[in-house]
């Protein structure tokens, strides 16, 4: 071997060894190796960005951008909220978690889709007494499966296409890694519906500021508007239709309070007071299609810059005593009062016509130039940072509308996939679909930078020939081994290393050898490189090697030690079951 050759391994297994220290984040051990290598000289001055102008990072975040505007739309935790009324039982609702996670995954990056469904996580397993950690690994796990089943599902596979356009001058299709994931994904989900039972069922999750603060009694006002499903029910068929967990408090027809009975029939312009925590009432004024209080008319309520806040009224605020109504807070302040909580105490009255005390918090919807300022102004403090998107405009349909069609453009071949998915995410925010500055925070910028840095790394082993040397070597121990055995030995290679160097670096460093370890035994490359990818993408084994391990390892109260518990022997089935598969979808 030539020195570059020795050097390029050597910066490889430095970069291994940083990752596992884990002293540094990950981009910045990515950083560290591209400066390395300009040192050493494997990587020319000339090439050390290109990978900053790779369609590989425009894939990625614009695949980050389309995630977040799915689930800000809400619509699939939607339709997972209708499916899981009907279904009681632990084993029953794990089943349809994990699926519609790995289906999910499918659409758009893994990663997305797991943050998207785990508040239905939460809320069933809260609903159940139950351990969060019954769903949340598995849950997980299926969402890395599912990411299997098409291009932009998981990053690997982008990378993956992009290696065998490069060697062979066509990428793979959306859809060419279909048979293998979804296999994988059917069998993966029959084991996690039995092998759940490998966790340890004593697993909390910390609780966060939010859940410390436990303010969940808000009062908030909502008109029934023309379009609502819920005009000629009863308040009773209403109340059943959430589960019983909103109040309607209050009800208002013209100038008339009208008593809350349960047979009342709902019309157009009634007005609802409803009573419940910020999650379940936006849930509520989203799938009634209900009009929220000051959102009618309100076309800054669509702007970039609109956010809501939580914030508690002081002993010396200005707002005691008196109403929002009467302080004309929208007319003279530009905020609106979304919803009330009182500690200790039912409140039935309209938001706005709510005597204010000490100690009341109030949900502010404004622009959040101004809501600091306001806050000053009314002496009201912000509360620890939560999630709460109750008052905010949503979209519905018109992110998976937008999904599909880049989807069907690049299946159709009419676009490339970096045009199609770029175009998209700028869809979903000129439209309003998702604010830019929500845009802005959903891109994993240590994501894009660590692409960026490594592509020119791991392109360090192709131009010192490094990678032929190693493919080499690898050849020789499989020249015994048959076929089956070979794409199993690259399977196995890459699920053994991406625990350690991130699945994404783990398909740059490992894909050229895979394409050249194919041709020194004479086959074609395919099937080695969709085992590059598929073990890539199957870290079950660890909560560092991607981040959907990472996202439930808080939540789900997990230690270390319980990933191999559940991800061993799925990593053993994927190997058994994923092997014959991309064999049989990718003749040698």
Not at 7 to 31: K, N, P, Q
Not at 98 to 118: R, Y
Not at 373 to 382: H, Y
């Amino acid at each position: 071997m030539t020195v570059p050759q020795w050097l390029s391994i050597a910066t490889l297994i430095g970069m291994m060894g940083l990752f596992l220290w884990d002293r540094f984040r990950y981009d910045v051990t990515a950083v560290i190796a591209l400066l390395a290598s300009l040192v050493l000289g494997i990587v020319k001055p000339a090439d050390a960005f290109t990978g900053f102008a790779d369609d590989i990072v425009i894939i990625v975040g614009s695949a980050l951008v389309l995630s977040a505007a799915v689930q800000r739309s809400g619509m699939i935790e939607l339709l997972l909220g209708l499916v899981s009324q009907h279904i009681r039982r632990v084993r029953s609702q794990l089943l349809v978690l994990t699926a519609a996670v790995g289906f999910s995954s499918a659409l758009i990056k893994n990663v997305g889709a797991l943050a998207m469904l785990m508040p239905a996580a939460l809320q069933m397993a809260k609903k159940n007494d139950a351990s969060p950690s019954v769903f949340l690994m598995p849950m997980s796990f299926a969402s890395l499966l599912g990411g299997l089943m098409t291009m932009v599902g998981t990053s690997p596979n982008i990378i993956v296409s992009r290696v065998r356009e490069d060697m062979a001058g066509e990428p793979f299709r959306m859809f060419d890694y279909f048979p293998t994931g979804f296999g994988l994904l059917v069998v993966g989900l029959l084991f996690l519906r039995f092998g759940y039972r490998l966790l340890p069922r004593d697993r909390r999750g910390a609780p966060t500021m939010g859940e410390a603060l436990n303010i969940s009694d808000y009062v908030t006002e909502a008109t029934v508007t023309e379009a609502s499903p819920v005009i000629g029910k009863s308040i009773a068929e209403l109340l059943d239709r959430h589960e019983q967990q909103v109040a309607v408090t209050g009800l208002l027809r013209g100038d008339m309070r009208g008593d809350v009975h349960p047979g009342i029939r709902l019309r157009e312009g009634d007005i609802l007071i409803l009573a419940g925590d910020p999650e379940t009432l936006e849930r509520v004024v989203a799938r009634d299609q209900l009009s929220l209080v000051g959102s009618e008319g309100d076309e800054a309520a669509e702007g970039d810059d609109i956010g809501v806040i939580e914030a508690v009224v002081t002993t010396d605020s200005a707002l005691i005593g008196r109403t929002a109504g009467r302080l004309l807070m929208r007319e003279r302040l530009g905020i609106n009062l979304i919803a009330i909580s009182r500690a200790g105490e039912r409140l039935t009255a309209k938001p706005g016509q709510i005597v204010l005390r000490a100690g009341d918090v109030l949900v502010l919807q404004g622009p959040m130039s101004l809501l600091p300022d306001r806050l000053s102004q009314l002496g009201a403090l912000p509360l620890a940072q939560r999630s709460i998107r109750l008052g905010l405009s949503k979209r519905g349909w018109l992110p998976i509308v937008i999904l599909a069609l880049a989807m069907g453009a690049t299946a159709a071949g009419i676009v490339p996939v970096a045009i199609a998915f770029f175009a998209a995410a700028g869809m979903v925010v000129i439209t309003g679909a998702l604010p830019a500055g929500e845009a802005y925070e959903a891109v994993e910028w240590p994501i894009l930078i660590m692409l960026g840095a490594l592509i020119p790394v791991s392109g360090s082993l192709q131009s010192t020939g490094a990678s032929t040397v190693l493919a080499t070597q690898l050849a020789h121990a499989a020249a015994a081994l048959p076929p089956w055995g070979a794409v199993a030995l690259i399977l196995v290679t890459a699920m053994a290393v991406t625990p350690f160097l991130n699945n994404a670096a783990t398909v740059l460093v490992m894909a050229p050898i895979a394409a050249v370890f194919a041709h020194d035994l004479g086959y074609r490359p395919e099937a080695f490189l969709i085992a590059t990818a598929m073990g890539a993408g199957c870290d079950f084994l660890t909560p560092i090697g991607h981040q959907c391990n990472t996202l439930v390892l808080g939540p789900g109260g997990y230690r270390f030690s319980d990933y191999a518990r559940l991800g061993a022997p799925l990593s053993l089935l994927v190997v058994i079951v994923g092997t014959p598969l991309i064999l049989w979808s990718w003749p040698l």
